[in-house]
């Protein structure tokens, strides 16, 4: 038996040489209203509240299609833009969902916050609302269209202010993340592809489990794929680096079996101008998209976690889907900490991004390049050190997600919070990284803590 395995067995972390959370105090549940357990989404009573930005998008944030819902608080510094096809729902609820963590922001707080224009398309509804819990929509813009309750709409000029930082923040962090200088930061583990699975596997000790992909996370016919993770100790956080200009996700993705690893898992994408998340699933773990050019599609069923762009985000639906959500979790993990002082050129930030490697080679966990000699001779199964080549980067447009629940959802628990000053640390003995700004190192950093 290895020490890696046998560390495995029991649950052993080798220490991190620094770790940090996300930058400007994102990530976890902020507030006296944070629940003590996160159930899976359901529509059962408000379960708690949460100051913290569950969703925060650099660009413009559109509902299309048959998109249902967001919750918990959402931040957009563009316009808010809302046109759904007819035939379907012509609501959309933000801040508190039917179903989902049933984790609302605090009740008359804001739940979303414009820093453009809110428009919303004649015949339907945003709604900020449920029982006796409602929120404020806050824009610096202009307001078009029905809003809900009718006390919701909050013109401010300055609406956006105090969250402008983070979106440099964000992309800075996310190159950081991925990489160290030019090259792809070192990995502790592996991953393969086998038939529509995905498998990630840890080395068994690591506080942070970093993996290298370079394709896109579709099955060997370009279908939906599932994720599976092994060798993950006990509260470890795993941060999944998917590098490339074009990248796509498609799968089936359900509940974790891994007890607390949604909280502490992180798909970063430093490089895509062009992400499209897709597929009948309840994706697990937080998204961090680093380019403020990007543009990322989502027409998933659900995702389960914070979701952090510093683009625009098109929440949609495909086909005959409908009742696409985005539900609230935190994030908790330590991810690496970074140098503001490492990369004096600026090239970091640069918002192209870096070139990825053009023959799609994937990482060794010892950090060594990977063959580049063409595909590897295992034609049936897809490894982390072989080429990998891409699949479709249009991906396919699965949903069976069904009809979507009542949008008005149950009646809310009548119980309010307590609301601590927004930025209080839920996690006194983990100091915040406050407003600094990361960049390339080998150390550890967390996601910043929104100010407001």
Not at 55 to 65: A, K
Not at 82 to 88: A, F, I
Not at 183 to 206: K, M, N, P, Y
Request: aromatic residues 6%; hydrophobic residues 30%; charged residues 20%.
């Amino acid at each position: 038996m290895t020490v890696a395995t046998a560390a495995a067995m029991v649950g052993m972390l080798a220490p991190a040489a620094a770790a940090d959370p996300l930058p400007g105090g994102l990530g976890p549940c902020l507030g006296s209203g944070c629940p003590d357990v996160w159930n899976e989404p359901n529509n059962g009573p408000v379960a708690g509240y949460d100051e913290n930005i569950n969703i925060y998008v650099g660009g413009d944030f559109l509902v299309r299609e048959a998109a249902a819902e967001a919750e918990g608080k959402i931040v957009t510094l563009g316009q808010f833009d809302m046109d759904k096809r007819d035939g379907v729902s012509q609501v959309y609820n933000v801040g508190i969902v039917g179903v989902g963590s049933r984790v609302a922001p605090p009740n008359g707080s804001d739940y979303l916050t414009v820093g453009g224009d809110v428009t919303v398309a004649a015949g339907e509804r945003l709604l900020a609302e449920e029982g006796s819990n409602s929120g404020r929509v806050a824009y610096a813009g202009t307001l078009s269209g029905t809003v809900e309750p009718a006390g919701a709409p909050r013109p401010d000029p300055g609406a956006t202010a105090p969250f402008t930082g983070l979106r440099p923040q964000l992309t800075e962090a996310s190159r950081c993340y991925a990489y160290d200088g030019d090259a792809h930061r070192a990995t502790t583990g592996d991953w393969e592809r086998v038939g529509d699975t995905f498998t990630f596997t840890g080395d068994g000790t690591s506080a942070i489990q970093v993996f290298d992909v370079d394709t896109n996370l579709v099955s060997e016919t370009n279908g939906n794929a599932g994720f599976t993770f092994t060798g993950i100790p006990a509260g470890a956080t795993v941060l999944v680096n998917v590098y490339g200009d074009a990248r796509t996700v498609a799968t089936f993705m359900g509940a974790l079996p891994n007890p607390g690893l949604r909280e502490r898992l992180l798909w970063n994408f430093p490089d895509a101008t062009d992400l499209t998340l897709s597929g009948p699933a309840q994706f697990q773990g937080s998204v961090l998209v680093g380019q403020p050019a990007s543009t990322t599609t989502l027409t998933m069923s659900g995702t389960n976690g914070r979701f952090y762009t510093a683009g625009s985000l098109t929440h949609t639906s495909s086909g005959a889907s409908g009742g696409q959500e985005i539900h609230a979790y935190p994030f908790d993990g330590d991810l690496p900490t970074c140098d503001p002082d490492a990369d004096t050129d600026g090239s970091h930030a640069d918002s192209d991004g870096p070139d990825s490697d053009a023959d799609g080679s994937h990482s060794h966990a010892d950090g060594s390049d990977a063959d580049s000699h063409g595909p590897d001779p295992d034609a049936d199964r897809s490894h982390s050190h072989a080429d990998g080549s891409d699949a479709d980067p249009h991906g396919p447009d699965a949903h069976a997600d069904g009809p979507h629940p009542d949008a008005d959802g149950p009646d809310a628990d009548p119980h309010r919070p307590h609301s601590h000053p927004h930025g209080a640390d839920p996690h006194p003995h983990r100091p915040h990284a406050g407003p600094h700004r990361p960049h390339a190192d080998v150390e550890a950093d967390p996601l910043p803590v929104p100010p407001g």
